[in-house]
């Protein structure tokens, strides 16, 4: 899968400086902190995501609902 590049304008000055102590204390350059950081923020939305399922399974179990286009038809159909 090819890479792609980004371009984030108008950063707070403090933000970057932030940034790049964050990762000078992790050993890295700038550019591989926020490469990090954003693959991060992706896997936790992801992970977020199959946790909220997980949670929902849980609850639900093996229970089964109406189909919900059949009750509004017959709702209409009144």
Known sequence: MPTTQVLVRNIDPNVVDQLKERAKGNGHSLQVELRLILINAAKMRRSALLAQIE??????GDQEFPDSVKLIREDRDR
């Open 55 to 60: 949670y929902a399974e849980k609850i639900f």
